[in-house]
């Protein structure tokens, strides 16, 4: 069956330290995939996708992202963190390019960041 | 143009009442989507709408679910003789192809 998979429920960091977000995914061929950023009682914002070419991509917020075929992963990563981005992070896939039900979310990975 | 609106922010009913949301995407969008997210989990997907037309339907939108989009603009969502199960935040998101724009989404709690 079709899955996305965060590992990390949650993670604590540092302000100012490195962050990776984990996400894998099973699918029969490389789909779309996504990373969705979600505020406290609030919609989702996209931070950035990968449709195809480079496989490091470049997002908003300073984050960026790695499309690694060989390991079905598309970690999320930022240098440096910042308190306001904690938040919770959806890696999301769609397989077809369609946006209809097989666009499927992760559970999520919580993030939390310490002064 | 500021966004996906969604109306209202938060909805407590009591068990058995009839709830409906309104969703009004981005203007240009042609695609409106809902999508019900439970605590701990990520948006799961209900129902897509293709300008007027609702071309898909999930599983979990059982018979008291219903949506509508008239004339392709803002949709509604109702659900009819709510459960407790039916708690959860219901989110809205539209797109001309690729990458959705999500509303701030509707709480409901059915009490």
């Known amino acids: 069956a079709q899955s996305v998979t965060q590992p990390d429920i949650h993670i604590t960091v540092s302000e100012g330290a490195s962050l990776e977000l984990r996400c894998n995914y099973s699918y029969g061929a490389t789909p779309y995939l996504f990373w969705y950023v979600q505020s406290p009682g609030q919609g989702l914002q996209l931070l950035l996708k990968?449709?195809?070419?480079?496989?490091l991509v470049q997002g908003i917020k300073g984050f960026e992202a790695e499309f690694k075929r060989s390991q079905s992963s598309f970690n999320l990563r930022k240098p440096s963190v910042h308190w306001s981005d904690a938040a919770e992070y959806f890696c999301a896939v769609d397989p077809d390019d369609n946006y209809g039900q097989n666009f499927v979310f992760g559970p999520g990975t919580r993030l939390s960041v310490l002064p | 143009d500021t966004g996906v609106s969604q109306d209202p922010r938060h909805k407590i009913t009591k068990r058995g009442q009839n709830v409906t949301f309104r969703c009004d995407p981005i203007?240009?969008?042609?695609?409106l989507y809902w999508y019900r997210q439970t605590l701990g989990q990520g948006p799961e997907f209900l129902t897509y709408?293709?300008?007027?037309?609702?071309?898909?339907k999930s599983r979990l939108l059982s018979d008291r679910f219903s949506a509508e989009r008239p004339k392709g603009s803002f949709s509604t969502l109702e659900i009819q003789r709510t459960e407790q199960g039916d708690s959860a935040m219901y989110l809205c998101a539209s797109t001309p192809t690729r990458g959705y724009t999500f509303g701030s989404g509707t709480r409901l709690t059915v009490v």
């Open positions: 203007s240009e969008h042609n695609r």
């Open positions: 990968y449709f195809s070419g480079d496989t």
């Open positions: 709408f293709q300008n007027e037309a609702q071309l898909e």
